[in-house]
């Protein structure tokens, strides 16, 4: 799986927050890379979208952060109901 966001010199907003959520209403998990021009560190950002929406940083690597959040869209639960079920 390829990141499908990043963090860049813009920093993190409010925007960028509900797109994530957005991709994450169909996807339920995606990747998020951090910038080397990005002045936010990546324990600022797991802060940031943990702190401002019910999404979950399941795992990071290196400047990679992994999101995941089950979808509200019953036809696009396919991993949350086997994450559910372990």
Known sequence: MRPIFEVGKNGLSSIWLDEIQKALDTRELIKINVLQNS????????????????????????????????????????????????
Not at 67 to 75: M, T
């Open 39 to 86: 002045t936010a560190t990546v324990d600022d950002i797991m802060e940031y979208i943990e702190t401002k929406s019910d999404v979950t940083v399941v795992q990071t690597i290196g400047k990679t952060l992994v999101l995941f959040k089950p979808s509200k869209n019953a036809n696009n639960q396919k991993l949350s109901t086997e994450v559910f079920a372990i």
